[in-house]
C-alpha cells in the first residue's frame, strides 16, 4: 500500500492566496528608516573609497577633486537608479587608463563632455534593454582587458612611487624606467615602502585583537600611517594638492577630430559599461552566498545600465571621472553586511561631507603613498585565478592577445584583437573534428571528438567505410552538436549497415551529453539517469523522463526484454515473470545498457574512496518524492533517510524507532555532513491518516508509528508553538497544513538529539526545512524572521553561492 494519497485539490482558491487584498495605507507621511547594517557599511566603504578615489584621480593626471566628484556622485546617483542594490559605484581602477588616454589628448574639459556622452549612450543601452548581451563577451576578453589596464597602472605608477614622473604609455615607462631607478627619491621611495607593508600584513594580523583591528580597511591605515610617519619625521615629499572648489573646472563642449571623439566615447561606455554589468552579478554572488535569509532583490541590470548612465552625466557635468561598479568597494559593502541601497547612498554623503570639511587633512597626503596604493590595485588586477581559469578552459591565447592588446596598443584596440581572436578560436573548434576507427575484439570503435557538422561528412562517411558488412560497431559522438547533413549521413549508414546484419550502437561518452541532432539518435541519459531519446528501431515512444516512468513506456505487448537483461535467481527467464518483475528487470537492463557505463567510473572512484556526503536528507517514502531529481544531485551527494510520514522521533522515547536516530548520529558523528535537510510534501497520505486516526487505531504497526506526527497534529491546533506557512499565501486544507506543521515540529525533534544539538552549537551543522509542492514541482525552503516561520519559494533563477541552502 502507498504510504501517501494523492492530494486534495485547493486550485479554486490559488488564484486567490496568491494575490491577497491589499493593506490600507498608512497613516502620516512616511519615514525614512535606515537599518543599522547599512550604517555601518557605508562607513567602511566611505573608508575605502576616499583614499582610492584620489589615488585613482592622481594616476589619470585629472585634478583630485575629481575623484571625489565621481565617488560622491557614484553614491548618491547610482546607488538611487541603479538596479544592484548592493553595488557601489564611482571612479574605477579599470577606467584609469582610458581616462588617463583621454585627458592627454583632449584635456580636462573634454574629458568630462565625453564622460557625458557615455552616459547619454549608456541611456540609451539601457533602452534598449541590451544588457544581457554585454555579458556575452567571453570572460577570457574582459578578464585579459582587466589585466592590460592593471599592468599599464602599476608600470605608471612605479615613477611616482620612485619619486618622477610617468609617461604617456607602457613601452616609454618601461624605457625610462632604468634612469628614474637610478635617480629615486629616498623619501618617496620609504612612504611607499610603508604604504605597501601596511597593505600586505594588515589583514594578516593574528589573534583576537588582530581580528578586531582588521575591521579598519587596509587601504586607510595604509595611507593613514605613511602620511603619520611622513609627518613626524619630517620627510620632503610632494603633497595631494585640492584646490578651491571655486576654481574647479566643469564640462566644456567636446573639440578635438568627430572620428576620434566618437571612438573616445565608444570606449568609455564599453569599459564602463561592461565593468558595472559584471561587478552586478557578482555582487549578487556575493550576497546570495551569505548566511540567513536573503531580503536583497537580485540586480536588474537594465536598470543599473540607466543608472549607470545617469551618474555619468551628473559626474561629467560636474567635472567628475567617469564612473562605474567598483568591485572592492562592493564587496567591502556585501560582506560589511548591507541590506539595501541605503548603505551606497549612505557613502556619498559622507563622501561630499569629507570633501567640504576635510581638505586640511586630505592635504597631508603624500603622493607616493597614494600611488603604491593604485599600484598595488592594478598588480591585483592581473588575478592569477583568472589565468588559471582560462587556461583551463582553453582560452589562454584570447586572454593573452587581449591584455598585451591593451598594454600595447590601447583599450579599444586591445578589446577588438581580443574578440578578433576568440571568434577566430570559436570557428577553430567548431571546424575540427577528429575522428577514429579501431577494432577490439571483433567490434568496430569509431570516435568522434568535436562538433559533427558539414564539414566533417567527407572524414565519417571515410571512417563508417572501413567497418565490414555484418560487424558489431560503437559509434561514440564526443560533441555537443549534429546538423542535419551529419545526421542524415549516419543515419543513412546505421539503416544499410543493419539491413546487412550488422549491429550499431551510438552512445556518448561524456556524462550529460546531449546530442542536438535533428531526431533523437542516440537514445542517451543524462546525469540523472533519463533518457533523452531512443533509437530509431525500437520501437519504444518514451518521454524524456523514461527512466523515472519506466511502467508507462510505449512498447509492444509481445516484444522479448533484451538478450543483456539480467537473470532472476534460480535461473529462470525474466519473461516468464509478471508484468511487474518484468518492467523492474526492463529497467535494471536499461540502467546497464546506457547509465552504468557513464556513471561506472564516479561509482568506482566512491567505492574506493568511501561515500562523504555533504547533507543528510530526511524525507517521506512517497513514491512521487524522488531526491535525486529535486535536489539535482548525483552519487555520493546525499545521505537519504525515508520513512512515512518524514518522522524524527524524538530522542529516548518509549517504543521509539531507532532506526532513524541511528542514521541521524551516523551522518553527523561518522560521516560529518555539513546540513541535514527536513522535507515534507503536499498530499502526504501520513498526513491524511494522522488526521482521520483514532486512539484504538495505534495497535498496527503504522498506527503505532503515526504515534510521533501526534505533536505535529498539535502544533497544527495551536497547542504547542508556531506552525510554518507558504510566503504569501495560506494552505488551503488541513493536510496541507500539517504537512507544514509537521516539517516545522520535525526539525524540533531533530534539535533535540545530541548529536544534532553539539554539532549545531560548534557551528559544525546546519538545519534546513523544505516542503516539496508535488503538484506544481515548486520547492520551497523554510526561513525564519521575527519569529515567524515561513517556506519562501525557490525560483529557477535563484542560484545560491558555495556554502548556502541545499537546493
Known amino acids: 500500500m502507498s504510504a501517501c494519497v494523492p492530494a486534495r485539490a485547493a486550485d479554486l482558491n490559488r488564484t486567490e492566496r496568491a494575490h491577497p487584498p491589499h493593506s490600507p495605507p498608512p497613516n502620516g507621511p512616511r519615514r525614512l528608516r535606515i537599518a543599522g547594517a547599512d550604517v555601518s557599511a557605508s562607513i567602511a566603504v566611505f573608508l575605502i573609497a576616499l ?30 537608479l541603479g538596479g544592484s542594490p548592493l553595488q557601489v559605484s564611482g571612479p574605477a581602477a579599470g577606467l584609469t587608463v582610458v581616462t588617463a588616454d583621454l585627458i592627454q589628448r583632449y584635456g580636462w574639459r573634454t574629458t568630462c563632455a565625453i564622460t557625458v556622452l557615455a552616459g547619454l549612450a549608456q541611456l540609451g543601452l539601457g533602452c534598449l534593454r541590451v544588457a544581457r548581451g554585454a555579458l556575452a563577451v567571453s570572460p577570457a576578453i574582459v578578464h585579459g582587458m582587466l589585466a592590460g589596464i592593471g599592468v599599464t597602472i602599476a608600470v605608471a605608477q612605479v615613477h611616482i612611487v620612485l619619486g618622477g614622473t610617468p609617461q604617456s604609455s607602457v613601452p616609454d615607462n618601461l624605457r625610462a624606467l632604468p634612469a628614474q631607478l637610478a635617480d629615486f627619491d629616498p623619501a618617496a621611495v620609504s612612504a611607499s615602502l610603508l604604504t605597501l607593508t601596511l597593505l600586505m600584513f594588515w589583514p594578516r594580523l593574528p589573534g583576537r585583537i588582530g581580528r578586531f583591528l582588521r575591521r579598519i580597511p587596509a587601504a586607510l591605515v595604509a595611507v593613514t600611517g605613511a602620511t603619520a610617519v611622513a609627518s613626524a619625521a619630517g620627510l620632503a615629499l610632494t603633497q595631494v594638492d585640492l584646490p578651491s572648489w571655486r576654481s574647479h573646472a566643469l564640462a566644456g563642449l567636446p573639440e578635438g577630430p568627430v572620428l576620434g571623439l566618437v ?58 571621472l567617469p564612473v562605474a561598479g567598483v568591485a572592492v568597494r562592493s564587496s567591502a559593502n556585501v560582506r560589511a553586511g548591507a541590506v539595501s541601497r541605503n548603505s551606497t547612498m549612505l557613502h556619498g554623503v559622507l563622501v561630499v561631507i569629507a570633501a567640504l570639511l576635510m581638505v586640511p587633512l586630505l592635504e597631508l597626503i603624500p603622493l607616493a ?15 592569477l585565478h583568472h589565468i588559471r581559469t582560462v587556461t583551463r578552459h582553453r582560452e589562454v591565447l584570447v586572454y593573452a592577445v587581449t591584455t598585451l592588446g591593451v598594454v600595447s596598443l590601447g583599450v579599444l584596440e586591445g578589446v577588438v584583437l581580443g574578440i578578433a581572436v576568440a571568434v577566430a578560436v570559436a570557428l577553430h573548434r567548431l571546424t575540427r573534428t577528429r575522428i577514429t576507427h579501431e577494432e577490439k575484439g571483433g567490434t568496430h570503435h569509431i570516435h568522434v571528438r568535436g562538433q559533427l557538422t558539414f564539414l566533417a561528412v567527407p572524414r565519417l562517411s571515410r571512417a563508417l567505410h572501413l567497418v565490414p558488412p555484418g560487424a558489431d560497431t560503437v559509434v561514440a559522438l564526443d560533441g555537443s552538436f549534429m546538423d542535419h547533413a551529419a545526421y542524415e549521413a549516419l543515419h543513412d549508414w546505421q539503416s544499410t549497415h543493419r539491413a546487412q546484419g550488422g549491429t550499431v550502437e551510438i552512445t556518448g561518452r561524456r556524462a550529460g551529453l546531449r546530442i542536438a541532432e535533428p531526431g533523437d539518435l542516440t537514445g542517451h541519459p543524462t546525469p540523472g539517469g533519463r533518457q533523452t531519446g531512443s533509437t530509431p528501431d525500437s520501437g519504444c515512444r518514451c518521454r524524456p523522463w523514461t527512466a523515472w516512468r519506466n511502467h508507462q513506456c510505449e512498447r509492444p505487448p509481445a516484444e522479448p526484454l533484451p538478450d543483456a537483461a539480467p537473470q532472476p535467481a534460480g535461473g529462470g527467464r525474466p519473461e516468464r515473470a509478471g508484468g511487474h518483475a ?40 512517497d513514491s512521487r518524492l524522488v531526491t535525486s531529481m529535486i535536489t539535482a544531485s548525483g552519487p555520493g551527494d546525499l545521505f537519504v533517510v525515508r520513512n512515512v510520514g518524514n518522522f524524527v522521533p524524538p530522542p529516548g522515547e518509549e517504543s521509539g524507532d531507532d532506526s532513524v536516530a541511528a542514521a541521524i548520529e551516523y551522518a553527523v558523528e561518522v560521516l560529518a555532513v555539513r546540513s541535514i535537510t527536513v522535507c515534507g510534501h503536499s498530499g502526504c497520505g501520513a498526513m491524511q491518516a494522522l488526521l482521520d486516526s483514532r486512539p484504538q487505531g495505534a495497535c498496527t504497526p503504522l498506527g503505532r508509528w503515526l504515534r510521533h506526527g501526534r505533536p505535529s497534529l498539535e502544533r497544527l491546533r495551536g497547542t504547542d508553538g508556531p506552525v510554518g506557512q507558504l510566503a504569501g499565501s495560506t494552505p488551503g486544507d488541513a493536510v496541507e497544513r500539517l504537512c507544514l506543521s509537521n516539517v516545522v515540529q520535525q526539525l524540533d525533534h531533530l534539535g533535540a538529539h545530541p548529536s544534532v544539538a553539539r554539532a549545531v552549537k560548534d557551528g559544525r551543522l546546519e538545519v534546513h526545512g523544505m516542503y516539496f509542492d508535488v503538484a506544481e514541482a515548486q520547492a520551497y525552503l523554510l526561513t525564519e524572521a521575527d519569529g515567524t516561520r515561513v517556506f519562501d519559494r525557490v525560483r529557477a533563477a535563484d542560484l545560491p553561492g558555495e556554502g548556502s541552502l541545499p537546493v
Open 369 to 383: 603613498s597614494l600611488a603604491a596604493l593604485v599600484m598595488a590595485v592594478g598588480i591585483q588586477m592581473v588575478s
Open 582 to 621: 518484468r518492467e523492474l528487470v526492463r529497467g535494471i537492463s536499461a540502467f546497464q545498457r546506457d547509465t552504468a557505463p557513464l556513471v561506472r567510473e564516479e561509482l568506482a572512484r566512491l567505492a574506493r574512496e568511501g561515500q562523504r556526503p555533504a547533507q543528510l536528507f530526511l524525507t517521506c517514502a
Open 263 to 320: 571612438a573616445a566615447v565608444l570606449t568609455t561606455t564599453l569599459v564602463c559599461s561592461v565593468q558595472s554589468l559584471l561587478g552586478a552579478v557578482a555582487v549578487d554572488k556575493l550576497a546570495s552566498a551569505r548566511p540567513g535569509p536573503q531580503h536583497v532583490k537580485r540586480s536588474d541590470l537594465d536598470r543599473e545600465l540607466l543608472g549607470q548612465g545617469a551618474a555619468n552625466i551628473v559626474s561629467g557635468s560636474l567635472g567628475g
Open 51 to 80: 583614499p582610492l578615489s584620489l589615488g585613482i584621480a592622481l594616476a589619470t593626471g585629472a585634478p583630485l577633486q575629481a575623484g571625489l566628484v565621481a565617488a560622491a556622485v557614484g553614491g548618491l546617483v547610482a546607488g538611487l
